[in-house]
């Protein structure tokens, strides 16, 4: 219940709580007095300020912070950084150990900016808009900032029929309703992803897109907080989104975007929370794990039976069930004996494959039990802590267990070592990425949580096994070898202002939020920080274990900037074809906003049983997630690939044109890795000025040439789908299809295909076919397919390296492709040797066909033996090259 403490015109009027949530009506919040400036400088580019309550305060969840301190900066030319603190105490922000700020460099004037900030003295409000066209982005005007200990609030004005993108992780549209809507950010274990409601991650930072351009507007605060929306209040339409923050202070950076490339938001905010980290090539090949495989023999079966089927499998996974009484850093000694899993790493590597494991943040509070990761982590007094000193008791998989503190100054040297430990090639499970779930913190323990060793009995944790221990000698692959009690303090766990937290208290279902971490931050500041510094830690691990190396790790719950480390999936969703569509959306937020590209969804599912068809579907559409990956529960049937006919083909097929696509992938990620570059973007980010596209988010695009359209209705064979005013060309047959605008409805659609197309003005490097491994690929020739856009021109680039390292002591290959007049030039450098040739190039949309097609080199000398072919149906010329890609060359049409 809320315990507001409320002071004149507040004390007559009622707060209403729904579902533990605060509502108060918002006229009540825009009559408080908010501040007057006073002391004002502006100077060399950064403006300050005092901010004086300019009347009784509202102290409508607290008292009123009297005097702030206000910092606006210009940072750059696109982007101003707006600070608001208390004058005369020290509050809570972001550490720059988990989110470094970035540089300002902007050294101009203020008017030479794209955006610019403006101000009203009394009570204060503040405008952002853009230079160019005085356009306001952001205004307060007419909604005071009330500033308290334990509630912030901002609220700006919104046009009518606003496009608003991001604020999440959630489930809901990629386009967010305006109409009385809520997005809470914090942290939570959110099983079904629900719409609606907070899940895993949090990222405060939302891209407005209108006709006239784009922007971003991103709020640093890991507080939990409610962003409202909502067009109810006004009668025009228009409507305004209202930040509820649970403390911390107000830490904006505006971000001008363009006026015609929404692609330019995306960089700058990649500019704030870092760019992208670079995986490694064999990351985009097929994953496979399943919550339930019950010993080793299982998962040597898995691997056994995918070959079997002619699917290529990159990397097999195990989930939670290797471990000794779910116990991290441990296996099971009769159902995943330490020799036998060695065995299945030895195979995997010998056949070009991968292994990952999940590994949990909670460790099993088991003193005296010889176990050695608590017992280290207890000598070394890591564990998040108690008000009252002693280590905070939670309730996960191995039954009670305590938290790494991530904020300690040796909590990296502990998961380091247990890494180092478990994870070797001499004597331990030598995996090549990792795999960390349940770090929002998740807790089983049912609030008040008064006796959590009590609970993990009525619980049953662990669980027990249920199948029976195979034989410890059960041959794998056939005859192949290798050579206390809890203090709490009532305004950390119950603030007078309650967010919608779908768990409930703030508590509920996760760390305490009184526990205090190891530099003295308390939990109801850092929650939603928790996942993010695993994860930090986690990667750091890895790369000691394997110096050199990129590595995967895939992650659960994030905050802003946990991309520049890690890759993320979607959590635990359903197997349903509302959740197959909704993961689009979920993938454009992660990898279209919030800079985390390494992203997907379950395929086919966690939760509940899939259908052959929905896992066929479901298989066509994850062959386009970054991160592809087969996993589901222990509660629902199996659902591997080979498991029907027609999924194995729809794997088949759909792994064929991915394997073909791979070096593009790649290519696009290393570009995201430079400036941001969204490796996923929804149709607007390309064709911005067409308002047509601005909902679309059953439809997108994989980097800026591949358009994925898949069949999103049950039992349907055909799919209508959105194609703009462009020129586009289908993956498979080349054919090409022009855009008016419209919808078009494409039919015999089989479960075992997908829509793709080539967005005209694209040269694409595909390789000339796919094969059962990355490593196998990366032997395959090139071919380079040129789709012209409707100026007949295309261009396109190449990136390569040797797919693994951190530093390419062997060189990068870089080429630039541009096809213009009938004339394809491939130049750039080629310092990496690829040790394959292009063995042809398609080029499409050739009305007629060349009386003759000529290639030559950068010294104008013959290659290749110019052979072509060209099909009139397709109107595609196909010219014969078979010559090393170790240079430049240049290939023209000549007209009959």
Not at 541 to 559: D, E, H, K, Y
Not at 712 to 737: C, I, K, Q, R
Request: hydrophobic residues 35%; contains cysteine.
């Amino acid at each position: 219940m809320v315990r507001p403490r409320i002071a004149s015109l507040l004390s007559l009027l009622p707060f209403v709580t729904f579902a533990s949530a605060t509502w108060i009506e918002p006229s009540v919040l825009d009559a408080c007095p908010g501040y007057n400036v006073t002391n004002a400088v502006d100077q060399d580019g950064t403006f300050t300020a005092n901010l004086v309550l300019a009347g009784a305060g509202c102290n409508v969840f607290g008292t009123d912070v009297e005097a702030l301190n206000l910092t606006v900066t210009y940072e750059t030319a696109n982007r101003i950084h707006v600070k608001i603190t208390d004058t005369n105490s020290s509050r809570y922000e972001v550490p720059e150990s988990v989110l470094p700020r970035p540089n300002a460099t902007f050294q101009g004037s203020p008017t030479d900016a794209a955006i610019q900030f403006n101000y009203t003295s009394s009570p204060f409000s503040f405008t952002i808009f853009r230079t160019s066209t005085n356009e306001v982005l952001f205004t307060t005007a007419s909604h005071p900032l009330i500033f308290e200990p334990q509630y912030l609030r901002v609220k700006t004005a919104l046009p009518p029929n606003a496009n608003i993108y991001g604020l999440g992780e959630h489930s809901d549209s990629f386009r967010l309703p305006t109409f009385n809507t809520t997005r809470t950010l914090w942290s939570r274990d959110s099983y079904e992803i629900p719409t609606g409601t907070n899940l895993y991650g949090n990222h405060p930072i939302y891209f407005e897109h209108r006709t006239s351009g784009t922007h971003g507007v991103f709020l640093l605060n890991s507080n939990g907080m409610d962003i409202k929306i909502n067009d109810t209040e006004s009668t025009d339409g228009s409507a305004t989104l209202e930040y509820n923050v649970l403390g911390g202070l107000l830490d904006f950076y505006f971000l001008a975007g363009s006026e015609d490339d929404p692609l330019e938001v995306s960089k700058q905010y990649a500019e704030v929370v870092g760019t992208p980290a670079e995986v490694p090539y064999w990351s985009f090949g097929l994953h496979q794990c399943r919550f339930g495989y019950t010993s080793y023999v299982d998962v040597a079966d898995v691997i056994t039976n995918y070959s079997e089927a002619n699917i290529p499998l990159e990397t097999m996974w195990t989930d939670i069930d290797y471990m000794d009484g779910r116990r991290i850093f441990t296996v099971d000694p009769t159902y995943f004996p330490l020799d036998r899993m060695r065995e299945i790493v030895d195979y995997l590597h010998a056949h070009d494959q991968k292994y990952v494991l999940m590994t949990d943040p909670a460790v099993a509070y088991a003193p005296g039990e010889g176990y050695g990761t608590y017992d280290r982590g207890t000598d070394m007094d890591i564990w998040l802590k108690m008000p009252n000193g002693s280590a905070e008791l939670a309730l996960v998989w191995p039954g009670v267990t305590n938290y790494p503190d991530w904020f300690h100054p040796s909590v990296q040297d502990f998961w380091t070592t247990e890494f180092s430990l478990f994870y070797n090639s001499t004597d331990g499970i030598d995996i090549d990425g990792a795999w960390i779930d349940m770090n929002e913190p998740s807790n089983f323990c049912v609030l008040p949580c008064e006796d959590p060793f009590q609970q993990a009995i009525e619980q049953d944790l662990p669980p027990p096994r249920t199948a029976a221990a195979p034989d410890p000698d059960t041959p794998i692959f056939g005859n192949w070898s290798s050579s206390p009690s809890l203090t709490k303090r009532d305004d950390l766990l119950n603030p007078p202002y309650a967010i919608q937290n779908a768990a409930g208290n703030l508590s509920a279902s996760t760390a305490w939020t009184n526990a205090t971490h190891a530099n003295g931050l308390v939990e109801y500041d850092t929650h939603n920080l928790y996942g993010t510094m695993m994860s930090v830690a986690t990667r750091a691990a890895m790369f000691a274990r394997r110096p050199g190396l990129r590595t995967l790790v895939i992650t659960r719950s994030t905050f802003a900037g946990a991309g520049a480390h890690v890759g993320k999936w979607l959590g635990d969703n359903f197997s349903s074809w509302a959740e197959y569509r909704l993961s689009i959306a979920g993938m454009l937020g992660m990898a279209g906003v919030y800079q985390i590209p390494m992203v997907g969804s379950d395929i086919c599912g966690y939760a509940e049983n899939t259908t052959s068809t929905l896992c066929a579907r479901w298989a066509m559409l994850g062959g386009f997630y970054p991160f592809m990956r087969n996993h589901n529960a222990d509660t629902a049937i199996s659902q591997e690939f080979y498991r029907w006919p027609v999924t194995a083909q729809a794997a088949r097929n759909v792994l064929d044109i991915r394997y073909r696509l791979m070096d593009y992938f790649y290519t696009t990620f290393h570009q995201a890795s430079l400036d941001g570059s969204p490796v996923l973007q929804p149709l607007w980010y390309k064709y911005p000025k067409n308002p047509s596209t601005y909902p679309i988010d059953l439809q997108f695009l994989f980097g800026p040439s591949i358009l994925v359209s898949p069949v999103t209705e049950e039992n349907s064979t055909s799919v209508t789908a959105y194609f703009p005013n462009d020129t586009f060309y289908d993956f498979l047959t080349l054919s090409p299809l022009t855009g008016n605008g419209t919808n078009i409805t494409l039919t015999d659609v089989d479960f075992d295909q997908i829509p793709v197309h080539i967005v005209g003005g694209s040269v694409l490097p595909l390789r000339v076919n796919g094969t059962m491994t990355t490593t196998e690929l990366r032997q395959m020739d090139f071919e380079i397919v040129v789709a012209p856009g409707v100026d007949g021109e295309a261009s396109g680039a190449l990136y390569v390296d040797d797919g693994v390292s951190l530093d390419q002591t062997n060189g990068t290959t870089e080429v630039q492709f541009g096809y213009q007049d009938g004339v394809l030039n491939v130049n750039g450098t080629f310092e990496y040797d690829l040790g394959v040739n292009v063995a042809g190039v398609k080029i499409l949309g050739v009305q007629e066909a060349p009386a003759n097609v000529s290639v030559v080199d950068q010294e104008g000398n013959s290659v290749g033996n110019g052979t072509f072919v060209y099909d009139e149906a397709t109107q595609v010329v196909s010219v014969v090259i078979g010559v090393p890609f170790n240079g430049g060359f240049e290939v023209q049409l000549q007209e009959s």
